[in-house]
């Protein structure tokens, strides 16, 4: 197990296909990357950053991002992010991210994510669905 420290780093791609588009989350016609998909790749890549250094039966979960789409990336375009760890506070970690398609950088931003025991954090989850009036 690797320790969570400053520096660690995650990176992941994809190529982008017609469900990854704006046009699949509603965007009529619009075939490039959309907004919430490159979110979703975005914590993908700091998960991957923090995963070694995670215990058995603990993960994370995403509490904040900040992030520009600066330029849209088309179909069949490979997009890669990075994410890289910059804060540890406790059981908080903030990383830097950005993603670059195979022409330029599309986005930036931080984004911040929480440690948890995940059974515990699920069980929190399961009371709270039952208290649900």
Known sequence: MTELRPGLVG???????????ADAAGNEGVNVLSTPRLVRLIEEASMAAIQAGLAPGEGSVGIRVEMRHLAATPLGMRVRARAVLREVDGRRL??????????????DGVHERFQVHQERFLQRIQEKARARP
């Open 11 to 21: 990176e992941v791609e994809l190529v982008v296909t017609p469900g990854d588009t």
């Open 94 to 107: 903030v990383f830097d991210v950005e993603a670059h398609d195979e022409v330029e950088k599309v986005a």
